[in-house]
């Protein structure tokens, strides 16, 4: 009976199916398990590394750091290369370990056992297969993705080099500086602004219209931010220098400020950027406006919005008042319905998100500016960038469809890190409302505007929890300012 149990045991420790998959967890371990520990160390040591490499780079940079770096071109072009080898090494580990198995294995069961443990060896070789080809996918996929969204942006130009002072014969050199750790270049006056676009293109609709314009300024030593509601209706916004040239009697853009962007894809010869003309003439306007260089602007399509909203899983939103609105365009450009959202705590699709944010028919524009401040808040509060890795798959299928950016890939990580470190509890929120500013702005209002964004910070809220400011409120509709 011992014999009999001994004999079953070593046919099952040199089995090729155990060796085989064990290897198929880790390359080498099926080795180890057979005994041949020098074959199975060379062979794991480099995943092992891999795997080291990668957690150790989560430890010290962060989840939502790493993710940033991982969506750099150059890294994604490494670890599409990184993934092919491993591949290969893995269906090596694999088949060698089956192999060195069957060496070493007593007859067991005879063509049967053979019979199995080729299929088991088959069937673990297009497993390892099918999880590379899909993690391929998803980088490439990953790749388009990123090289579409973000603009291409013009090279700068390199600086000249210095010619070195030379030192005198037996003069001692200065001590050598430490090299300075590069900060992005929004960094350098301690702000991050970026121009929020919705637009309107899409199925019934010609061209794009800029539905929404949010400013969001980001204080990068301390992660306050506010916002501020550009509206629409907005007149006579101020041009840069080059822009103006195309209005000389008031060096402004006379027409409704959501035009801007037809208008300057129509007239390439006053405004700059080639095809993304549109878009830069409205971040060159709006930040002449506020008087501050924007550092990007990010644009998403109202389909885009809605697809972002369920992928997420829906928008948890408290109302403040309730929207009705009887003949509420619906985003596909074509039909209309009826809108009505109580006022209260919702869970809402993307749909009725963008309903809500959107809807005007009630109210003003200004009321209606409020809302989607209301709903990125509430974005923000719900969704960690580090907590988007699970459903990669589907946002870049989002990404690629509905979004652009004139922001620099380069600078994603830093902008994920400061990301994270706004709490939308303590965001500001600010609107360019009348009286105070007219919609047909004169040099006073301009004036305002641009107090207002200077001195943001002097009285967004320090610590989380803590209420904003913004702009009175003439109504109990927007008595809140702070999230």
Not at 194 to 219: C, F, H, K, Y
Request: glycine letters at 10%.
């Amino acid at each position: 009976m011992a014999t009999r149990a001994a004999t079953a045991a070593t046919a099952i420790r040199r089995s090729p199916i155990v060796a085989a998959v064990l290897s198929f967890l880790l390359p080498g371990l099926g080795h180890g398990w057979l005994g041949a520990f020098h074959r199975g160390l060379v062979l794991a040591l480099p995943v092992l590394l891999l795997i080291g490499f990668a957690a150790g780079t989560v430890v010290f940079q962060g989840r939502v750091r790493t993710l940033g770096l991982v969506l750099q071109p150059s890294v994604l072009v490494g670890l599409l290369i990184v993934n092919a080898g491993l591949l290969i090494w893995r269906a090596a580990a694999i088949v060698d370990a089956y192999l060195t198995a069957r060496r070493w294995a007593e007859p067991f069961d005879g063509d049967r056992h053979s019979a199995l443990a080729v299929a088991v060896l088959s069937v673990l070789l297009v497993v390892t297969l099918g999880m590379h080809v899909g993690v391929g996918i998803i980088g490439l996929k990953t790749y388009d993705t990123v090289t579409t969204v973000f603009a291409t942006l013009e090279p700068t130009a390199t600086p000249q080099p210095t010619v070195e002072p030379s030192l005198e014969p037996g003069a001692t050199p200065p001590p050598a500086m430490p090299t300075p750790v590069p900060e992005p270049s929004w960094a350098d006056d301690g702000r991050l602004d970026v121009l929020l676009v919705g637009g309107d293109a899409g199925p019934g609709r010609w061209s794009l219209r800029t539905d929404t314009m949010i400013l969001l300024s980001v204080e990068v030593s301390t992660g306050r931010a506010a916002l501020f509601g550009i509206p629409r209706n907005m007149r006579n916004v101020p041009l840069p220098e080059a822009a103006a040239a195309a209005f000389p009697e008031c060096a402004c853009y006379p027409d409704l400020l959501n035009s801007l962007y037809v208008y300057a894809g129509q007239h390439p010869e006053h405004f700059r950027g080639g095809e993304q003309r549109g878009y830069l003439a409205l971040q060159d306007a709006v930040g002449e406006l506020v008087d501050r260089e924007l550092d990007g602007m990010l644009v998403v399509t109202l389909q885009g919005f809605v697809r972002l909203v369920d992928a997420l899983g829906g928008l948890d939103i408290t109302t403040p008042y309730s929207v009705y609105d009887v003949a509420y365009p619906h985003e596909n450009g074509v039909t209309r319905e009826v809108i009505w959202i109580p006022a209260g705590r919702h869970h809402m699709d993307g749909h009725t998100a963008l309903a809500f944010a959107r809807s005007r028919h009630q109210d003003t524009d200004y009321d209606r500016m409020y809302r989607q401040q209301l709903v990125l808040a509430a974005l923000r509060r719900q969704v960690c960038p580090g907590d988007l890795v699970l459903r990669i798959p589907e946002l870049l299928d989002i990404a690629r469809d509905s979004l652009w950016t004139n922001l620099a890939i380069g600078d994603v990580p830093d902008l994920l890190e400061l990301g994270n470190r706004v709490e939308a509890d303590s965001l500001g929120r600010y609107q360019f409302w009348p009286p105070e500013i007219s919609g047909d702005l004169d040099e006073v209002a301009i004036a305002r505007v641009r107090q207002m964004v200077a001195d943001a910070f002097a009285t967004v809220p320090s610590v989380p929890g803590a209420s904003g400011s913004s702009t009175p409120a003439p109504t109990p509709a927007r008595e809140s300012s702070g999230c």
